[in-house]
Each structure stands twice: as structure tokens, then as C-alpha cells.
């Protein structure tokens, strides 16, 4: 059925959804998927060129989202003022997946409102995680 429309469809999942069984099964269907990922995921950067002995990596870096210590440099970096949130950073990586779906490469971009400009458009402590 995505062969017959005229733009590559997107599919939004919430982060119940953004695990590698989900992106194992949709394999075959020919969409974008933009998942948000629960804070405690780990996702893995692209393997290390192979050395020539045993068998060759599957994995490279690993990131876990809910510690900045173990984050690499993001890919592009870029901060914004918004006229309803305030100072808003994104950033973005480049080819990482989950453990379980090493052959499906992702982007992973973080969006994180750093000062608001009204009380009333900031997130609460509770759900800014």
C-alpha cells in the first residue's frame, strides 16, 4: 500500500514502541519511522573496521540515554531561541541501532528545552524525563 502514495509515509510511535522488536518487524514497510525512545535505552555506533581476527564486530559504541558521560560528539550540534519555549538545543547521531537490530541503522536527535520563556509552556521536573 506506501508504493501507491505519492510521499513516503511517516509512522509516529511513542516510546512504549521504540524498541528493536518494533523495528525488526517493520522491516518490509516501505515508511519512515520516528520513534521516541524511553531514557533507559542503549543504543550501539556503527562497529569498528574488522582486525582480521575471529569473527567481525556487530557493534561499536555503546550510548546510553540517560547518561551524557557515555554520549560521543553529536553529528551537528545547533541551539535556537523559540517563541513559545525559550532557548531550545538539538542534537543529532548519526548510525546507531539497538542490539537487537544491528542491521537497521538510525538517526538518534534529542531536543532539549534548556531555559523557558513562559512558566506555562515549560515542562514540568516529571516530564522533562
Not at 61 to 74: F, G, I, R, V, Y
Not at 78 to 94: C, F, N, P, T, Y
Request: include cysteine.
Amino acid at each position: 500500500m506506501t508504493r501507491q502514495l505519492s510521499v513516503r509515509p511517516l509512522a509516529v510511535y511513542d516510546r512504549g514502541y521504540g524498541n528493536a522488536s518494533l523495528v525488526n518487524q517493520t522491516t518490509e514497510i516501505e515508511a519512515d519511522l520516528l520513534l521516541r525512545l524511553a531514557s533507559n535505552r542503549c543504543v550501539y555506533g556503527a562497529p569498528p573496521p574488522y582486525g582480521g581476527r575471529g569473527a567481525p564486530a556487530k557493534h561499536g559504541h555503546k550510548m546510553k540515554l540517560n547518561d551524557p558521560e557515555s554520549w560521543s560528539l553529536p553529528d551537528p550540534s545547533v541551539e535556537v531561541d523559540d517563541a513559545k519555549l525559550g532557548r531550545v538545543r538539538v542534537m543529532r547521531w548519526s548510525a546507531y541501532h539497538f542490539r537487537q537490530s544491528a542491521q537497521r541503522s538510525m538517526e538518534i536527535i534529542r531536543v532539549e528545552i534548556l531555559a523557558c520563556r513562559h512558566w506555562y509552556s515549560c515542562p514540568s521536573p516529571q516530564s522533562a524525563r
